[in-house]
């Protein structure tokens, strides 16, 4: 027996849609019936076309149109949207997942690297969700922001990062409250380590990536990095099942943020004498 599609007929945005996790949400939208509108940055392009095609050529049920678009000019963000509508009629959900994350120690860090992506992480998020809003208001539809694990835990040297997710998590709360009067739903998804382009490019830095990926894998209770189709699935239920839910995160980590681990030097060479001391700790004494 036909499995029912889950968004079939309904009019998706995803950004940064041509690799990683972006790609998978695209695909599955796509395989759910769904008419996806996904874009890049221009040097994407030829990527994207491939992908509209290939997807096309698929015989699927879902429908592909790619756009250039660069997230970061406003004015790109409202041909987008503009793009979506005229084509599809109306707006279903708006998927903002384009971004970007690298290392800096704080020594290291500007004031205009940060500024640069916290435009790219944050603010696009936020004129992307406002000049979609109109649309969603009409067909009480949703948005899902990619947010992160890093952005309740931090982590180092990504400071630049790790807030700018933090602040995604904080905005979609923010802005749920405000869309609740329309029947617009606002939720986040905060991935942990899933194996991404991205991810692979950090292990290759190293001397020995294989190590690096164990040492990745080791994070989680689970034991493995998550898949960019375990993601899309996450968003997918957001989208089309989480009816009850806004102002929801959902953690998506394989439980690496459960249970204490080591975090100071101290830790696994800690003597019975060290520990004696630390029970007799008084700071009011000091």
């Given at each position: 027996?036909?499995?029912?599609?889950?968004?079939?007929?309904?009019?998706?945005?995803?950004?940064?849609?041509?690799?990683?996790?972006?790609?998978?949400?695209?695909?599955?939208?796509?395989?759910?019936?769904?008419?996806?509108?996904?874009?890049?940055?221009?040097?994407?392009?030829?990527?994207?076309?491939?992908?509209?095609?290939?997807?096309?050529?698929?015989?699927?049920?879902?429908?592909?149109?790619?756009?250039?678009?660069?997230?970061?000019?406003?004015?790109?963000?409202?041909?987008?949207?503009?793009?979506?509508?005229?084509?599809?009629?109306?707006?279903?959900?708006?998927?903002?997942?384009?971004?970007?994350?690298?290392?800096?120690?704080?020594?290291?860090?500007?004031?205009?690297?940060f500024k640069n992506l916290m435009e790219l992480n944050?603010?696009?998020?936020?004129?992307?969700?406002?000049?979609?809003?109109?649309?969603?208001?009409?067909?009480?539809?949703?948005?899902?922001?990619?947010?992160?694990?890093?952005?309740?835990?931090?982590?180092?040297?990504?400071?630049?990062?790790?807030?700018?997710?933090?602040?995604?998590?904080?905005?979609?709360?923010?802005?749920?409250?405000?869309?609740?009067?329309?029947?617009?739903?606002?939720?986040?998804?905060?991935?942990?380590?899933?194996?991404?382009?991205?991810?692979?490019?950090?292990?290759?830095?190293?001397?020995?990536?294989?190590?690096?990926?164990?040492?990745?894998?080791?994070?989680?209770?689970?034991?493995?990095?998550?898949?960019?189709?375990?993601?899309?699935?996450?968003?997918?239920?957001?989208?089309?099942?989480?009816?009850?839910?806004?102002?929801?995160?959902?953690?998506?980590?394989?439980?690496?943020?459960?249970?204490?681990?080591?975090?100071?030097?101290?830790?696994?060479?800690?003597?019975?004498?060290?520990?004696?001391?630390?029970?007799?700790?008084?700071?009011?004494?000091?």
């Amino acid at each position: 027996m036909a499995t029912s599609l889950r968004y079939q007929g309904k009019v998706v945005i995803v950004t940064g849609g041509t690799s990683g996790i972006g790609l998978a949400i695209v695909k599955e939208f796509f395989c759910q019936g769904a008419n996806v509108v996904f874009c890049s940055r221009a040097q994407g392009a030829q990527r994207g076309q491939e992908i509209q095609r290939e997807l096309q050529a698929s015989g699927g049920p879902g429908n592909a149109c790619y756009q250039v678009c660069d997230v970061c000019k406003e004015s790109d963000i409202k041909k987008l949207i503009r793009v979506a509508v005229e084509c599809y009629g109306c707006l279903d959900c708006l998927v903002n997942n384009a971004g970007n994350a690298y290392k800096e120690s704080t020594d290291e860090l500007t004031a205009q690297d940060f500024k640069n992506l916290m435009e790219l992480n944050v603010v696009s998020y936020l004129l992307l969700s406002k000049y979609a809003l109109p649309y969603l208001r009409q067909t009480k539809g949703n948005i899902v922001n990619m947010s992160s694990l890093h952005g309740h835990l931090g982590l180092k040297d990504l400071l630049s990062a790790v807030t700018s997710k933090g602040a995604v998590t904080a905005m979609t709360k923010s802005l749920a409250i405000d869309e609740s009067k329309y029947g617009v739903r606002v939720n986040s998804i905060s991935p942990g380590n899933i194996w991404t382009p991205l991810l692979e490019r950090e292990a290759n830095r190293f001397k020995d990536p294989r190590a690096v990926i164990e040492e990745f894998e080791s994070y989680q209770l689970l034991g493995r990095l998550g898949t960019p189709k375990e993601v899309a699935l996450g968003v997918l239920f957001l989208a089309a099942d989480a009816t009850f839910c806004t102002g929801l995160d959902l953690v998506l980590s394989g439980g690496a943020e459960i249970g204490f681990g080591t975090k100071s030097p101290m830790g696994p060479n800690c003597s019975p004498s060290d520990l004696g001391n630390l029970v007799d700790y008084d700071p009011c004494k000091q």
